[in-house]
Nanobody, 121 residues
């Protein structure tokens, strides 16, 4: 099995910054893509940013220019640097990974437990 452990959430004032971390544990799993989703109060879960093992990244329009995703393949770790935070960024942030176990062709998806980010004065 695969486990994702997140850290770094908290309370921050508008305009402030936070850095989220996610470490993946699991033997013989590729962690091909790692990323972050979020779910705000009364909203559906939405994609924030992803990074592939080759380094390509994707950002939701709402966070472009403010958030930066980075990763370390050797450590199965991904970070999300969040700058110029807005109240609308308040949400539970979930780490996510897609990949394959061993030589299997099946793609599996795993989620972390979530970390709360609150942007408020």
């Amino acid at each position: 099995q695969v486990q994702l452990v997140e850290s770094g959430g908290g309370l921050v004032q508008p305009g402030g910054s936070l850095r989220l971390s996610c470490v993946g544990f699991g033997s013989d799993f590729s962690f091909s893509v790692m990323g972050w989703y979020r779910q705000g109060p009364g909203k559906q879960r939405e994609l924030v940013a992803t990074i592939a093992s080759g380094g390509s990244t994707y950002y939701a329009d709402s966070v472009k220019g403010r958030f930066t995703i980075s990763g370390d393949n050797a450590k199965n770790t991904v970070w999300l640097q969040m700058n110029t935070l807005e109240p609308e960024d308040t949400a539970v942030y979930y780490c996510n990974t897609n990949g394959r176990h061993g030589s299997s062709f099946r793609v599996n998806t795993y989620w972390g437990q979530g970390t709360q980010v609150t942007v408020s004065s």
